[in-house]
Each structure stands twice: as structure tokens, then as C-alpha cells.
């Protein structure tokens, strides 16, 4: 009798270690082999992507109600497939020009310094508000009011001060594109990136808008080829979507070509306001943009998304589609 306990005791020791040990097996971490989309936890919008170094960084908009939106954080990566948050990297704490309505983040690193641009307030004519700037020694911050008060707080040309993206050309010359309401403008910056700088005629504000353009400017240098893109349609509705054109020079003329990202009724719509990610060294290309799932009805219900972007034979983007699966790991050398 006491041998069959022992044996029956045996036989369930046994069948817990399997189950045990068999369950530490299964609940090992798998190695994902895609990012998958949304790429970030949350709701949010207007990603600004960029590479520092070996990492990857995401600067995006809390999308929620104005009065919410009162913070920026940001995300990193170092194979656009894991992405770490970085809390509160700015904030109106820091801002005490910004009360509300903090968009759109454009960042640029500059004379061992990192330069993060931002829009607050929702301005209109007579507020307080537009486009800020901010510095900091990391790329997650803390970041610090560089100035007391907006770079562009009027309204110039029609273009409400938001959007900002932030340019480098070849010749190291620093270009803002900016503006919504339909209307873009670009201005050349100093070298402190605390000012403008006029243009060759002696003007400071150049009107550049394409058809169609709404807002969400972005712009990037392929095969010598200046490409300018944008968002058009209305950013709370189905239609949002990205199109490009494409120029010699920074300043255009920019005539639209065609949409490149737009609604798709089996993925998600009101997809827009994007950046694009270019693998040094390679004609690799990625587009991260934010878009509304299909469940959602919500304008503020937005998700971070990625996709790769390519060029045909002529140089013309071709339609983007949207995946749920997202890219695969990318380690940059």
C-alpha cells in the first residue's frame, strides 16, 4: 500500500514538473519577426521619425482633446520592430507661452544639440501661440523652451503656424516648411535655429502651396530629386490621405503628382500626416504615418503605423498599402 502511494505520489510530482516546466517553455518570448501595426501603445498621431545614430525615434502628438494635450513623449528603437517609450520629454511645465493643442513634433539634431519644434495653442489671429522650439543634450529630453515665445506666432500667407518639418539640404542650409488652413509656407533658418533668414529677394515667407495641399508638409532629397509631401482632406474624417510632388530645388515649384496613402476599407482610414525613414546608405524606404481604425469614430483615435515606401523605375512613389503585419527588423550598422 505504501509503495502505491509512493507511486501515486511519484506520477503527480511528475505531471506538475512537466506541466510546469512545459509551461515556462511556452511562455517563452518569441522573437518577432514583424513590427506589426499600430507600431505604438496608445493613441497617437502626426509621427515625426528620424535616425540618430544606430537608434530609430518616433516624436508623435498625443492625440486626444486640445485642452489634453499638454505633453509630448516619444518612442525609440533599434530595429523599428521594439519601441520604447520615453515619457514627458516637454510639456507646458516648460512651455509657459503653450497652454493647449501641443502638435506635431519636428526634430533635427544640430551642433551636438538636439532641436525639437512644436505648435501650441491652436492659434488664431491675435492668440498667442504657433510654432515653438526647444533643446536638449538627448534625444529623449528633457528639452527646455529655447526661446520664451514662438519662432512664427502670426499668421503669414494664410498658414496657421503648425505642421512645422524642419529640412537640411545639401549645401547645410535649414528650411521650415509649415503651415495649415490650406496654405504652406517655407523659411529659411539660422544657423542657431533661433530665427529667420531672408531670401535672395529679402522677403522671409514664401508661399509654396500645391494643389490640394491642406497640411502635414515633409520633404526628402532621392537621386538629386527634391520630393515635398503632404496631407490633404480633413484630418478628423475617412479621406485624409498623402500625396507628393517633386522638384529641382527646395523651393519648387511643387505640382502634385498623385496620392500615395490613403483609406482602405479592409485596413483603416484617415490615414495621413506622415515621415519618411530613409536606411543610410541604401534605397530603402519607409513611410510612418498615423490612420483611424476601422472601428473607431473617433477623431482623436488615432495609431502610429509603418509600411515601406518605394520608388518605379521613373522615380514616382508608388501607392503605399497598408498592412496590419507592419515591416520586418531592421538594424541599422
Not at 30 to 59: C, F, H, M, V
Not at 285 to 311: G, N
Request: net charge negative; hydrophobic share 35%; with cysteine.
Amino acid at each position: 500500500m505504501k509503495n502505491r502511494v509512493k507511486n501515486i505520489f511519484c506520477a503527480i510530482l511528475a505531471i506538475v514538473a512537466l506541466s510546469y516546466f512545459g509551461g515556462i517553455a511556452q511562455a517563452e518570448p518569441e522573437t518577432k519577426s514583424r513590427s506589426g501595426n499600430p507600431i505604438l501603445p496608445g493613441w497617437y498621431a502626426d509621427p515625426e521619425a528620424i535616425i540618430y545614430g544606430d537608434t530609430y525615434w518616433i516624436y508623435p502628438t498625443y492625440s486626444s482633446d486640445f485642452d489634453r494635450q499638454t505633453f509630448f513623449d516619444c518612442f525609440s528603437s533599434s530595429d523599428l520592430v521594439n519601441w520604447t517609450k520615453h515619457e514627458r520629454l516637454i510639456s507646458t511645465n516648460e512651455v509657459k507661452w503653450a497652454k493647449r493643442a501641443m502638435w506635431a513634433p519636428s526634430v533635427i539634431n544640430h551642433n551636438k544639440k538636439y532641436y525639437f519644434f512644436f505648435a501650441a495653442n491652436d492659434v488664431h489671429e491675435g492668440e498667442i501661440g504657433g510654432i515653438g522650439v526647444a533643446v536638449a543634450d538627448k534625444p529623449e529630453g528633457p528639452y527646455q523652451d529655447l526661446l520664451g515665445k514662438p519662432l512664427i506666432g502670426r499668421i503669414v500667407n494664410g498658414a496657421q503656424p503648425i505642421d512645422q518639418y524642419i529640412f537640411k539640404d545639401k549645401d547645410g542650409q535649414f528650411y521650415m516648411y509649415y503651415g495649415g488652413w490650406g496654405h504652406c509656407n517655407v523659411v529659411k533658418l539660422n544657423d542657431s535655429l533661433t530665427g529667420l533668414l531672408p531670401f535672395n529677394d529679402g522677403s522671409f515667407y514664401k508661399e509654396i502651396t500645391p494643389e490640394k495641399y491642406v497640411e502635414g508638409p515633409t520633404m526628402f532629397i532621392r537621386n538629386g530629386k527634391y520630393y515635398f509631401m503632404w496631407s490633404e482632406g480633413g484630418w478628423t474624417g475617412p479621406d485624409y490621405a498623402v500625396a507628393y510632388a517633386i522638384a529641382d530645388n527646395p523651393l519648387g515649384p511643387f505640382k502634385r503628382i498623385d496620392r500615395v496613402l490613403w483609406r482602405d476599407e479592409e485596413v483603416a482610414r484617415g490615414a495621413g500626416h506622415h515621415s519618411v525613414i530613409n536606411i543610410p546608405g541604401t534605397d530603402d524606404w519607409y513611410i510612418v504615418y498615423h490612420r483611424r481604425p476601422l472601428d473607431q469614430t473617433s477623431a482623436h483615435h488615432r495609431a502610429t503605423c509603418i509600411d515601406k515606401m518605394e520608388f518605379d523605375e521613373n522615380g514616382f512613389i508608388k501607392p503605399v498599402k497598408m498592412t496590419f503585419e507592419g515591416v520586418e527588423p531592421r538594424k541599422l550598422q
